[in-house]
Nanobody, 116 residues
Framework: QVQLVESGGDLVEAGGSLRLSCAAS????????MGWYRQAPGKQREWIAT???????NYTDSVKGRFTISRDNTKNRLYLQMNSLKPEDTAVYYC??????????WGQGTQVTVSS
């Protein structure tokens, strides 16, 4: 069993930066890849970024060049550095871990609010 806990969400002005963190605990050796999603009010959950076991990364177009996903395996943490934030980035942000067997685990989410 793996548990994920996000932190770092906050209220920030447009153009500002935030770094989200996701702490993983439990059977973390079974994690294949990790990622971030977000869900804005009234919208479907949206994929943001993924980092693979070899640290390869992928981003949705709307955050390319502004967001950076990274991981620190020594601390069992996943990060999302968010720069040049826009009001449309306002959402609850979730981290997710994908396992070799095809299952996944989600965190509880952290709120990011970007004011204009």
């Amino acid at each position: 069993q793996v548990q994920l806990v996000e932190s770092g969400g906050d209220l920030v002005e447009a153009g500002g930066s935030l770094r989200l963190s996701c702490a993983a605990s439990g059977r973390i050796f079974s994690i294949n890849a990790m990622g971030w999603y977000r869900q804005a009010p009234g919208k479907q959950r949206e994929w943001i970024a993924t980092i693979g076991s070899g640290d390869s990364t992928n981003y949705t177009d709307s955050v390319k060049g502004r967001f950076t996903i990274s991981r620190d395996n020594t601390k069992n943490r996943l990060y999302l550095q968010m720069n040049s934030l826009k009001p449309e980035d306002t959402a609850v942000y979730y981290c997710v871990a994908w396992f070799v067997l095809g299952t996944d685990v989600w965190g509880q989410g952290t709120q990011v609010t970007v004011s204009s």
